[in-house]
C-alpha cells in the first residue's frame, strides 16, 4: 500500500517561512502528478504546487507564484513545498498527492497556520 507521509507544517508570523516535505513508501521516478494541495475551512481543496510529469513541469497556483517553490529529491521519494513570504490566507490543511501507473493517494495532511 502506498503511503505518503508529510512534515514541516506549523504555527508561523506573516511573512515567515516554511518548508514542507512529502515522502512516498514508493519510487516517484515515474508519475502523473505529485504535489501539494491545501483545503482551508468552509473552502474547497485547491491545487497549491505539483509536478504533472516525471519530466518535472509544473503546475503552480497564481496566488503562490512567486513565494512558494515545489522541488523533488527522488532518490529519497520526496517532494519538498519551499514556502515563503507567507500571508494569513495560506492559512489551511496542506494534503499532499500523488497519482501514480492511474491510482490516486492522498496524505493525512499538515496543518499550516499564518498568524497576522
Known amino acids: 500500500q502506498v503511503q505518503l507521509v508529510e512534515s514541516g507544517g506549523g504555527l508561523v508570523q506573516a511573512g515567515g517561512s516554511l518548508r514542507l516535505s512529502c515522502a512516498a513508501s514508493?519510487?516517484?521516478?515515474?508519475?502523473?502528478?505529485m504535489g501539494w494541495y491545501r483545503q482551508a475551512p468552509g473552502q474547497q481543496r485547491e491545487l497549491v504546487a505539483a509536478?504533472?510529469?516525471?519530466?518535472?513541469?509544473?503546475n503552480v497556483a497564481d496566488s503562490v507564484k512567486g513565494r512558494f517553490t515545489i522541488s523533488r529529491d527522488n532518490d529519497k521519494n520526496t517532494v519538498y513545498l519551499q514556502m515563503n513570504s507567507l500571508k494569513p490566507e495560506d492559512t489551511a490543511v496542506y494534503y499532499c498527492?500523488?497519482?501514480?501507473?492511474?491510482?490516486?493517494?492522498w496524505g493525512q495532511g499538515t496543518q499550516v497556520t499564518v498568524s497576522s
Open positions: 498527492k500523488l497519482i501514480r501507473y492511474g491510482y490516486q493517494y
Open positions: 514508493v519510487s516517484i521516478f515515474s508519475i502523473n502528478l
Open positions: 509536478f504533472t510529469s516525471s519530466a518535472g513541469s509544473t
